[in-house]
């Protein structure tokens, strides 16, 4: 019984130590970056705007897999402004790909995914 009280009481507690206002942001890209080689890597941009009136929290950015790199990541973004946050797609499997991304902000969708596709030849 005490440690259900206690889990009780850490949730509690962490749930009104997570203050953190809601806003909205906007994400732009593209959703088919084209055809690459094999071995080779396409650059990918991102574009993620604030839309609300307070501070934008970009907590983590989770790719689908080991073939997207993130070339910068966590941060703030104040209200009405945006940042390009710029990927890398290496072309490691012959086919069409589709991946997605996964962004962990302060919105009310706490997860934001993007997807995009590109055919990889030899």
Same mark, same amino acid.
């Given at each position: 019984m005490k440690k259900i009280i206690?889990?009780?009481?850490?949730?509690?507690?962490?749930?009104?130590?997570?203050?953190? +206002?809601?806003?909205?942001?906007?994400?732009?890209?593209?959703?088919?970056?084209?055809?690459i080689k094999i071995g080779n890597k396409k650059r990918i941009i991102v574009r993620l705007k604030?839309?609300?009136e307070?501070?934008?929290?970009?907590? +983590?950015?989770?790719?689908s897999c080991q073939c997207v790199k993130v070339n910068n990541n966590?941060?703030?973004?104040?209200?009405?402004?945006d940042v390009e946050i710029i990927f890398e797609f290496h072309a490691t499997e012959i086919g069409l790909n589709e991946e997605s991304i996964a962004f962990?902000?302060?919105? +009310?969708? +706490?997860?934001?995914i993007i997807k995009f596709k590109a055919k990889v030849v030899k």
């Amino acid at each position: 019984m005490k440690k259900i009280i206690c889990l009780f009481l850490f949730y509690f507690v962490s749930a009104c130590m997570n203050n953190e +206002k809601l806003t909205e942001v906007g994400i732009y890209y593209e959703k088919y970056i084209g055809e690459i080689k094999i071995g080779n890597k396409k650059r990918i941009i991102v574009r993620l705007k604030n839309l609300g009136e307070s501070d934008l929290i970009i907590h +983590k950015i989770q790719p689908s897999c080991q073939c997207v790199k993130v070339n910068n990541n966590m941060g703030v973004l104040k209200p009405k402004h945006d940042v390009e946050i710029i990927f890398e797609f290496h072309a490691t499997e012959i086919g069409l790909n589709e991946e997605s991304i996964a962004f962990n902000l302060n919105t +009310k969708e +706490k997860f934001n995914i993007i997807k995009f596709k590109a055919k990889v030849v030899k």
